[in-house]
């Protein structure tokens, strides 16, 4: 049995995770061990970087957003191909589970277990960032790290740009699961486009596209500013996602059925 070309047995290099046969319970244990990790992490890039009472603060929102998403991006890879990662798939995000299962890679008994330990994890990796770091992290300036869209952007408009980073990044973890014998670089392309969305949507909607990445900083900062936005978004890009791989796998189907009549 396999899941998105990934036997029982072998090891994966990135997502789906979870290996057949295996209880949910314990893949989303190590999923919110593993959240935890990247959210303190990504809170601590954000108090370090974005304070302006730092010695390291970068003043250009533009190049210090930049920075971060080059922080991710090899803090993504980093965790994808550990131990633990390799073990859960390290999705680290709902709708990365929300996007294999639409393409049936991922097990749906094992979604809702997933994105439980996701966001407990993003809630407790922001929890112990500002147990670690102080008060600091409660200035207006950082927001315990919350992902903040510019200054007069509509929460439809976070929605919009939200959906659309996701669904890129849908479209890849596709791409993957239809070549499953690429899957080797799956982790830095992952790693990659984040790190983009961060960069460049950082600055316009907050670059968040990942519901376990906004909720830990909103739930302890008291911010509610287009949350629903930042919490459903990526799941209608995953949804989205997963309908432009079935378009593009049905007509590669038709097309090699029409080449051997």
């Not at 070549?179 to 790693?191: Q, T």
């Amino acid at each position: 049995m396999s899941y998105g070309g990934v036997r029982a047995g072998e090891v994966a290099a990135g997502p789906p995770g979870l290996v057949p046969g295996s209880a949910p319970w314990r893949g989303a244990a190590v999923e919110c061990a593993l959240t935890a990790v990247m959210m303190f992490l990504v809170v601590t890039m954000v108090r370090w970087l974005l304070d302006p009472a730092s010695p390291v603060f970068i003043a250009d929102l533009h190049l210090a957003l930049g920075v971060v998403g080059a922080l991710v991006a090899v803090l993504l890879v980093g965790l994808i191909l550990s131990p633990p990662g390799r073990g859960s798939g390290a999705h680290l995000n709902p709708a990365v589970s929300v996007t294999l299962w639409l393409m049936r890679a991922f097990p749906g008994r094992a979604v809702v277990p997933y994105a439980v330990g996701q966001l407990l994890g993003g809630l407790a990796g922001t929890a112990l960032a500002r147990l670690v770091w102080g008060p600091v992290l409660q200035s207006a300036a950082l927001s315990d790290g919350l992902a903040r869209p510019a200054p007069g952007r509509s929460s439809v408009a976070v929605f919009a740009l939200e959906a659309a980073s996701f669904a890129a990044v849908a479209l890849l973890i596709g791409f993957f699961v239809a070549h499953p014998g690429l899957a080797r670089p799956m982790p830095y392309a992952v790693g990659l486009v984040v790190g983009l969305i961060i960069a460049l949507l950082g600055p316009v909607s907050g670059g968040a596209a990942n519901p376990a990445r906004q909720l830990g900083p909103a739930a302890l900062s008291g911010t509610t500013t287009a949350l629903w936005a930042y919490l459903t978004a990526p799941l209608l890009g995953a949804a989205l996602g997963a309908l432009v791989h079935y378009w593009f796998v049905s007509k590669r189907t038709k097309s090699a059925a029409y080449r051997r009549s």
